[in-house]
T-cell receptor
Framework: DQQVKQNSPSLSVQEGRISILNCDYT??????FLWYKKYPAEGPTFLIS?????DKNEDGRFTVFLNKSAKHLSLHIVPSQPGDSAVYFC???????????FGAGTILRVKS | NAGVMQNPRHLVRRRGQEARLRCSPM?????VYWYRQLPEEGLKFMVY????????ESGMPKERFSAEFPKEGPSILRIQQVVRGDSAAYFC??????????????FGQGTRLTVV
């Protein structure tokens, strides 16, 4: 039962352009959403999060958008840099929940 | 301030042996979470522990798997009588407060378990 889905296994973007990573969820009880970045042989690193009471959160080059009615969120990276090449995981948590539910990840490749 | 430390980084076990994975949380963190990542999949929650207590083990397989977080020392994830399907990357995370307070959980580098 995949409650968090990242339907694009990979994405390739030119340096300097925008990267858009998408995530869909099915559980309307999810209250808080996060994006993690993961390099090979390392653990996931927190990037940015958004609460369900907001529709946008921005942190430097990273912006997360949440569309609750569509149960969809996206991560925008502008401008993309080669160092952004990694696997990006979308995760969700229920209100008062103890666990994060992760998507399968999207491999982002930023070409220079 | 050292991050979350997991050891060993790589562990090879024969079928039927026991695997012990260790996790030392960040200093000041009393909340520990274990996740497993199978190939081509996302991380799956296994268990949440707070010092000496198992808070949520809803993701743990019913048999062969156990976890502890003693008063002193690291958290241990123990897998008895390992099978090939246990081969995965096991990640530990820690946080200073429960994550439902929107505090960040920091992940370790993981232990890659290979069962041969």
């Amino acid at each position: 039962d995949q409650q968090v889905k990242q339907n694009s296994p990979s994405l390739s973007v030119q340096e300097g352009r925008i990267s858009i990573l998408n995530c869909d969820y099915t559980n309307s009880m999810f209250d808080y959403f996060l994006w993690y970045k993961k390099y090979p042989a390392e653990g996931p690193t927190f990037l940015i999060s958004i609460s369900s009471i907001k529709d946008k959160n921005e942190d430097g080059r990273f912006t997360v958008f949440l569309n609750k009615s569509a149960k969809h969120l996206s991560l925008h990276i502008v401008p993309s840099q080669p160092g952004d090449s990694a696997v990006y995981f979308c995760a969700a948590r229920m209100e008062y929940g103890n666990k994060l539910v992760f998507g399968a990840g999207t491999i982002l490749r930023v070409k220079s | 301030n050292a991050g979350v430390m997991q050891n060993p980084r790589h562990l090879v076990r024969r079928r039927g042996q026991e695997a012990r994975l260790r996790c030392s949380p960040m200093k000041g963190h009393s909340h520990v979470y274990w996740y497993r990542q199978l190939p081509e999949e996302g991380l799956k929650f296994m268990v949440y522990l707070q010092k000496e207590n198992i808070i949520d083990e809803s993701g743990m397989p019913k048999e062969r798997f156990s976890a502890e977080f003693p008063k002193e020392g690291p958290s241990i994830l123990r897998i008895q009588q390992v099978v090939r399907g246990d081969s995965a990357a096991y990640f530990c995370a820690s946080s200073p407060l429960p994550i439902w307070l929107n505090t960040e959980a920091f992940f370790g580098q993981g232990t890659r378990l290979t069962v041969v």
